[in-house]
């Protein structure tokens, strides 16, 4: 099928590159399997992260992608129209059932499904723990899982940082990892994935230079940005304000 929507989606990511000055180095087309269901995987550290991945996995055969996103984002008109035409699928979070069947069933039907493990943006530019969806779905569907890593793309726009969207020549860089088989069981896989692309990440940041000091910068490589632990209460005390705003909101009927 044409979906012409889905093509009109990458020229705008393409063309946002462009106008950004982004140089982007893509690694591993060799890894994108050429037909079948699979799952990608792919590290959260900004807002253009699943297009970047995306825009990867076409270039080797002309796959697209699949993303699960979180459903609060059709609340955007442009947003929720091109959910809907470019067949993402929409996770509510406070009820996964239907978007975790939604999805295997797009595996078995040969498609490829983007996911997060880490759910949310890693304010630590580091790997955050993994969620289990990515291993439970390929296991289900008994399907590949392919990982990939994106890195650079925090420099742009990521979560707590200011956006850098004029022309700033951020080189981002973009790896496939090679194809994970899961194991039998959940916790296995979801350790398997975790220590590939942990291994990949660190590959990558390997051919970047890291300035010392830069907010964007992983505390491990000499960055100001926040470690692990310090990301993960700053995660937790964002929930808590959420939770309490949530609270005092007034109840209808």
């Known amino acids: 099928m044409a979906e012409p929507v889905y093509r009109a989606s990458e020229f705008v990511a393409r063309t946002f590159l462009r106008l950004t000055g982004s140089r982007v180095t893509y690694l591993g087309d060799e890894n994108v399997p050429a037909q079948g269901g699979c799952v990608v995987a792919i590290n959260h550290t900004s807002y253009i992260d699943w297009a970047l991945a995306a825009l990867a996995f076409r270039r080797p055969g002309g796959r ?5 996103v979180k459903i609060e984002l059709q609340q955007v008109k442009i947003v929720g129209f091109m959910m809907k035409h470019n067949k993402a699928i929409p996770v509510d979070r406070s009820a996964g059932a239907d978007a975790y069947a939604a999805a295997v069933e797009r595996l078995r039907e040969g498609e490829a499904v983007a996911v997060f493990p880490e759910a949310t943006i890693s304010r630590s530019f580091e790997l955050k723990d993994f969620k289990s969806g990515a291993a439970r779905m390929a296991i289900e569907a008994d399907v590949p899982i392919v990982p990939i890593v994106v890195w650079g793309s925090q420099r742009i726009w990521t979560k707590g940082l200011p956006r850098q969207i004029g022309r700033k020549k951020v080189p981002i860089t973009v790896a496939i990892g090679p194809q994970l ?18 291994s990949l990440l660190h590959q990558v ?9 830069e907010n964007w910068v992983p505390h491990r490589l000499g960055g100001t940005a926040p470690t692990l632990q310090e990301a993960a209460q700053m995660d937790a005390d964002d929930a808590a304000r959420a939770a309490g705003r949530k609270s ?6």
Do not use: I
Not at 181 to 198: I, K, R, S
Not at 248 to 253: K, M
């Open 248 to 253: 005092q909101r007034p109840r209808s009927g």
């Open 181 to 198: 088989q899961p194991l039998p069981d959940v916790t296995g896989t979801t350790e398997l994935l975790h220590e590939a692309m942990t």
């Open 64 to 68: 697209r992608v699949r993303p699960m």
């Open 205 to 213: 940041q390997q051919n970047y230079s890291h300035p010392t000091g």
